[in-house]
């Protein structure tokens, strides 16, 4: 009832979508199941999740790790749903971040000051078109380091539904970063194989671990967004390029 509630005030933005559900059993990390890579959080870690929505995912992080830093981000009209569902939470803040919003993010850089951003977390993010560009722009905002020694680590969790559509966001990610599919298996059997996390199921699901690409910090990255997505700036060029990591991960059997 809740959720339908805000869904009639927020829209999309007031459902908890289904990548979320793996997203939060990833961080939360209960001891059922074994991750590889494990997601490490500490206490002096901070995260942000972007197109928070609901918060379900970074609310689970600040649950399960309350002496953290979790900074909820969306669109300013949705804030006031992150700030209701955010209470009780002492770690947590709530501030707006607009995809592709150079201000909004260096705001909360600025916030942070000297301390880095050590985890950002993205759940069920990769979807409309006209959006991918935008968020991958606001991934390098958030990922270049204020200091040389800082390193992000950007965790996503995503549903495939429209390839055709989806794939242009993981060809240009591909350029800027590494990445990884988080592998599972169960603690309570011996017997237990590594599988990819979020396989199998009513449509796949992946949960990525990402890092910037050290040599990209010296890439100029393009203000239209159809050449970023194209690829332009990537590897120091001007030329129209993808990374083709995502479609081998769809072709190849990655359990192991």
């Not at 990769?126 to 959006?131: G, I, R, S, T």
Request: with cysteine; glycine share 8%; proline share 5%.
């Amino acid at each position: 009832e809740a959720q339908d509630t805000a869904i009639a005030k927020y829209g999309i933005a007031g459902r908890v979508w289904e990548a979320a559900y793996a997203m939060m059993l990833y961080v939360r990390d209960s001891g059922a199941y074994e991750f590889d890579p494990r997601f490490e959080f500490g206490s002096e870690s901070v995260a942000v999740e972007l197109g928070a929505g609901t918060g379900a995912a970074g609310l689970a992080l600040a649950a399960a790790h309350p002496h953290a830093y979790v900074a909820l981000t969306d669109l300013s009209e949705v804030c006031p749903l992150l700030q209701t569902n955010a209470r009780g939470y002492p770690g947590v803040s709530v501030r707006p971040l607009a995809w592709g919003c150079a201000t909004h993010a260096q705001a909360l850089r600025d916030e942070l000051g000297l301390t880095p951003i050590s985890h950002i977390i993205c759940s069920d993010l990769v979807y409309f078109p006209e959006l991918l560009a935008p968020l991958l722009r606001s991934l390098l905002h958030l990922t270049t380091p204020a200091s040389p020694m800082a390193s992000t680590q950007v965790v996503i969790s995503y549903k495939t539904r429209s390839l055709s559509k989806e794939t242009a966001f993981w060809s240009a990610f591909g350029l800027w970063f590494t990445f990884t599919p988080v592998l599972v298996r169960s603690t309570h059997s011996e017997d237990s194989r590594w599988e990819r996390f979020g396989a199998g199921g009513d449509g796949d699901v992946f949960v990525f671990v990402a890092q910037r690409k050290p040599e990209s910090f010296s890439w100029t990255v393009p203000e239209d967004d159809a050449a970023l997505l194209e690829g332009v700036g990537a590897r120091g060029t001007q030329e129209r390029k993808g990374d083709d990591a995502f479609e081998l991960l769809l072709l190849m059997n990655v359990d192991e």
